[in-house]
């Protein structure tokens, strides 16, 4: 018997489903040796060799690990193909001892979990690849180092409890910066405007269109061009009593083409686009059909797809849609991607439904229509354009009409038709009504999780990985937070700490230094670095400037704000601090005295219904849940999840609150009232 090991529980079941009883396949639970919690674990004077240890979690499963060793004839090592998988297959050989003559080990890689993909693996067994470990180990060196070295810093000079991180912290640079974009953004006010036409026929009634203002004096006129209402009125004045004529009639195909198939972060964001999905969940439900058997390998940047997936896709397509529908397209992918490994896409793309929780079925329909969309035709559009002549003016109507679907069929996406009537050129138009109409330029839009992974991956900072972890880590660290449209704003601490980096370690939240060393990572894992030279240049200088920051940068700077207001406790200065959660009052003298008060902009301006003393003001827990209470706490502790509105129920005069789902109801659980 054969003992094959893989890192979860449910790829275990899944491959033994069908290997049969000559292998024993057992599961290692992740990883079974990483950096101690309690301390760096990196000897920095020793070309930074790590300190492995097992955590206590691991200890159990390394013993079942060793015994299921020593009672079959061999191992093989089955964990997954990215540097993460070699390196959790490196590391169980060096806990389970498996590099002797003793116990050898066999190390085979798969893209999907099918029994033809597994039984090829077997036929082609390797070695664990040195240069994959080495990646993934100076990955996880350098973010210790990041994080245990910049973290006590941020502690000792804003708050205890923060945290830096090498990928994390430019995430939240990018999240600040678009703040103050759109803090510092002023409108310009400009105007449109639209006409109202229809043909002039004797006896009938045509179809009507709108056409916009486009040209003056046969030039394009630009956005900004009329910039307030008197020059629209100026525009329309002049334009009274004239003819409007057809000058010009385009017709032309245009044409839309399929998306890619998905990477991973283009899943993320479609996810998010179409569900609503946070990238952390996405990846939660993509690692659980991969284990299942159900889509290949869910960690890839490449676009890249098997022969044997092509044409099982063209068959599909041919014998459901015809011919007319299928076009054979090949994707690469830019930049360092991965192709041997393939884009994510079904294991089995015949087959459509499969038995799993509502949102997983939702993300593996999503996955199986963009792959099949993706070897199809392209839609095919009816698009018109009509120039206008009005005066020495221009105006143009389009019109766009679907008149094949192709891939649409299977992958639809918003698009919009709009139907003009039958038109010639010289045709002479009667207005119906010319309308002119004001706009104002929009500030750039907050990132939405789709956005930030975008941005990420065009900037080059992380790898599809690590999109999803560093999202929720940021947002568990109250770095950023989601607001009602779940958009990503910046906290006030998370502002705080990526303006201490940004003017004390520059490099550390360089976008471009944090891409760099993205390429370096790379360069390892291809043999073309040594992972500790790469080590060694970023240390030695990141290292002497945190000394002498230590040493440079005063805690009150960012912290503490003086105000006019005095302590109503002891009468000393009050000052606004900076806490982890938040700014707030608290009284200069603290510890001597300890009194706190909620900044204005937290109180609600409701009494609190309890004491009739103290004012209601929004609160945070300990894990960032927002909450009410009464700003007397902890003489009262009045408390509410949902938002008061400072309106009393009509049935027992209880404070009415507004539920998360927007619903009006009574603060008194014994009383049912809601509208």
């Known amino acids: 018997m054969q003992l094959i090991i893989v890192e979860s ?42 300190k492995y240890v097992i955590p ?21 090592l089955a964990t997954d193909e990215d540097r993460e998988g070699e390196a959790i297959s490196w590391h169980l050989i060096k806990a389970l001892k498996l590099d002797g003559e003793k116990e050898p080990y066999q190390r085979i890689v798969f893209h999907e979990i099918t029994k033809q993909a597994v039984e090829e693996a077997l036929k082609n067994p390797r070695k664990v690849d040195m240069n994959l470990v080495d990646a993934q180990q100076a990955r996880r060196i350098l973010d210790r180092i990041v994080g245990y070295k910049l973290s006590p810093f941020l502690w000792k000079k804003i708050a205890r409890g923060l945290s830096a991180g090498r990928v994390q912290s430019v995430a939240v640079r990018l999240v600040v910066e678009r703040e103050r974009e759109i803090e510092k953004f002023k409108p310009d006010e400009y105007w449109t405007i639209e006409a109202r036409l229809r043909r002039n026929e004797a006896g009938l009634l045509s179809p009507e269109f709108t056409a916009s203002l486009a040209k003056k004096d046969e030039k394009i006129l630009d956005k900004l061009f009329i910039k307030n209402e008197k020059e629209a009125k100026e525009i329309v004045n002049n334009l009274g009593g004239a003819e409007y004529r057809i000058s010009n009639i385009e017709k032309k195909e245009t044409t839309k083409n399929p998306y890619p198939p998905f990477t991973t972060s283009t899943l993320q964001q479609e996810a998010w686009r179409r569900f609503k999905f946070p990238a952390k969940f996405t990846m939660r439900l993509a690692q659980n059909l991969y284990e299942k058997g159900f889509i290949t390998y869910h960690r890839t940047d490449s676009l890249n797809l098997s022969d044997l997936a092509l044409g099982i896709a063209k068959k599909f397509i041919t014998e ?10 090949k994707y690469k992918a830019k930049g360092r991607a991965q192709e041997a490994h393939e884009a994510i896409r079904p294991a089995y793309p015949e087959k459509m439904e499969i038995e799993t929780d509502e949102p997983g079925a939702k993300l593996y329909n999503l996955i199986w229509k963009r792959f099949i969309a993706c070897q199809m035709s392209q839609a095919v559009f009816d698009s018109t354009a009509v120039d206008i002549n009005a005066k020495n003016y221009g105006f143009r109507a389009n019109g766009q009409i679907l008149k094949f679907d192709g891939f649409l069929k299977v992958y639809p996406i918003k698009y919009e038709e709009s139907e003009l009537p039958n038109l010639k050129k010289d045709d002479i138009l009667e207005l119906l009504k010319l309308s002119p109409l004001q706009h104002f330029t929009q500030p750039p839009a907050r990132y939405s999780e789709a956005t930030l992974i975008k941005a990420l ?29 779940k958009f990503f704003k910046p906290t006030e601490i998370g502002i705080v700490v990526n303006d201490v980096l940004v003017r004390h370690f520059p490099q550390i939240v360089d976008i471009k230094f944090t891409a760099s060393m993205e390429e370096d990572l790379d360069k390892i894992a291809e043999g073309e670095k040594k992972w500790e030279k790469v080590m060694e240049e970023f240390y030695r200088p990141f290292e002497e400037n945190l000394k002498k920051k230590y040493k440079e940068v005063s805690k009150k700077e960012f ?17 606004i601090r900076l806490g982890r959660y938040g700014k707030f009052y608290a009284c200069s003298t603290f510890p001597k005295c300890n009194y706190t008060e909620s900044l204005p902009k937290n109180i609600l301006g409701i009494k609190c219904p309890k004491c009739n003393e103290g004012q209601l003001v929004e609160k945070r827990t300990a894990k960032r849940k927002i909450f009410y209470g009464c700003n007397k706490y902890p003489n009262c502790n009045f408390a509410l999840w949902d938002k008061p509105i400072g309106d009393k129920c009509p049935k027992c005069d209880s404070l009415l609150v507004k539920t998360k789902r927007k619903q009006i109801k009574c603060s008194n659980k014994d009383c049912d009232y809601a509208r």
């Open 457 to 485: 991956e065009q900037e080059g900072i992380g790898r599809p990985s690590t999109y999803a972890p560093v999202i929720s880590t940021i947002q568990e660290r109250n770095y950023i937070e989601k607001d009602e449209k």
């Open 56 to 76: 206590a979690k691991a200890k159990k499963t390394i013993k079942t690990l060793t015994e299921a060793v020593k009672e079959t004839d061999s191992t093989i």
């Open 9 to 50: 529980p449910t790829k275990s079941k899944t491959l033994q489903g069908f290997l049969g009883p000559q292998y024993r396949v057992l599961s290692s639970y992740g990883h079974i040796r990483d950096l101690p919690k309690s301390e760096l674990g990196v000897d920095v004077e020793k070309n930074f060799q790590p």
């Open 320 to 329: 459901n849609y015809g011919q007319t529908y299928y076009q054979f397209r």
């Open 559 to 575: 912290t503490e704000e003086p105000t006019k207001k005095k302590c109503p406790k002891c009468g000393s200065p009050l000052l």
